[in-house]
Structures are given as C-alpha cells and as structure tokens.
C-alpha cells in the first residue's frame, strides 16, 4: 500500500522560500517516478517537476525552472521540493505523486501517477 504524505507548506511573502517534503512508503519497485504537481481552484493539476529514481533525470516546468530544485533524500526517504524567489502565482495545493518510470517523459501528465498525497497549500502573497 502505498502511502505520501506532503508537509512544509505555509505562507510566504513574494521573493521568499519553502521547502516541501513528500514521505513516500510502500512502494514496491526499485526505480519510479516521483513528481510534484499544483493545483489552484477551478484548474487542473499542473506539473511543477519530477524525478526518476533510477537515475539522475530531472523535469521541470518551464514557470518554476531556475528557481524550484527537486531532490530525493535517501537516508530520510523523502521527496523534497526547494522553492526560491516564490511568486504569487507559485500559491497553489501543492501535491506529491509516485509513477512508474514511463510518467517521467517530456510531459508532465497526472495521469499518469496513480499515487497521490493529500497535499500542502502554499501561499504567496
């Protein structure tokens, strides 16, 4: 069974920085993909970045490049997400997700993660 739960959201003012962290259990496969997605009301979830854990590969959406580092701790076992220079429109649910290694193509798609946390609202102003 797997099991993520987000935590480190909060508030923030523009310019300032967040860190979220995902605590992944349960997941039977050596190498996956694991992402963080974002959703704000009355849109859909949008991908923010991912990584496969099989490898050194990283994605990232183009609003948050140069700004967002994706990382996997081993030892803590958890997916982080470092946000810097945060933009108003960066507040959004932020949500964490687990794939099979084919979810970490050229896109991004939420479809293709069936493991979902609860999420973590981030806010910006």
């Known amino acids: 069974h797997v099991q993520l739960v987000e935590s480190g959201g909060g508030s923030v003012q523009a310019g300032g920085s967040l860190r979220l962290s995902c605590a992944a259990s349960?997941?039977?496969?050596?190498?996956?993909?694991m992402g963080w997605f974002r959703r704000t009301p009355g849109k859909e979830r949008g991908g923010v970045a991912a990584?496969?854990?099989?490898?050194?590969?990283?994605w990232y959406s183009e609003s948050v490049k140069g700004r967002f580092t994706i990382s996997r701790d081993k030892l803590n076992g958890t997916l982080d997400l470092q946000m810097n220079s945060l933009k108003p429109e960066d507040s959004a649910m932020y949500y964490c997700a687990a794939g099979g290694a084919f979810a970490c193509g050229t896109e991004l798609l939420a479809s293709d993660f069936p493991y979902w946390g609860q999420g973590t609202q981030v806010t910006v102003s």
């Open positions: 990584l496969y854990t099989g490898g050194s590969n990283t």
């Open positions: 349960g997941y039977t496969y050596s190498s996956y993909c």
